[in-house]
Every structure is written in structure tokens, then in C-alpha cells.
């Protein structure tokens, strides 16, 4: 599980909005699954145990 907000602080060079579309063309493929809404939006790897199917 991660979220945007880490990745920026572990790569100082990315600005959020490049963390967002990041996650965003990852999920678009499929490799990455969001999870929540708002500031609790959070991602898991779409092969993650840890993914909730809905």
C-alpha cells in the first residue's frame, strides 16, 4: 500500500501532480488498483493479496 504523498517524499524531484498522473496511467493499465477517496485514497498492486475485490 502505497500513497501519492510518499512517493514525493522518497523522490524529491516528482511533484504531486506527476505522482498523480503516474498513479493514474498505472491504473489505467491495469498494474495498480486505487483504493478510498480524498486524502485517504491509497494504491495496492493489482497482484497484491491485499487488494479487496469489490
Known amino acids: 500500500?502505497?500513497?501519492t504523498?510518499?512517493?514525493v517524499a522518497h523522490?524529491?524531484?516528482i511533484g504531486m501532480s506527476s505522482g498523480l498522473a503516474a498513479f493514474k496511467r498505472l491504473?489505467?493499465?491495469g498494474?495498480?488498483?486505487r483504493?478510498?477517496?480524498g486524502r485517504?485514497?491509497?494504491?495496492?498492486?493489482?497482484d497484491s493479496k491485499?487488494?479487496?475485490s469489490k
Do not use: D, H, N, Q
Not at 485517504?40 to 493489482?46: E, L
Open 1 to 3: 500500500m502505497i500513497k
Open 5 to 7: 504523498r510518499e512517493v
Open 11 to 13: 523522490c524529491p524531484s
Open 27 to 29: 491504473t489505467e493499465e
Open 31 to 33: 498494474l495498480i488498483i
Open 35 to 37: 483504493e478510498g477517496s
Open 40 to 46: 485517504s485514497t491509497f494504491y495496492v498492486r493489482a
Open 50 to 52: 491485499y487488494f479487496s
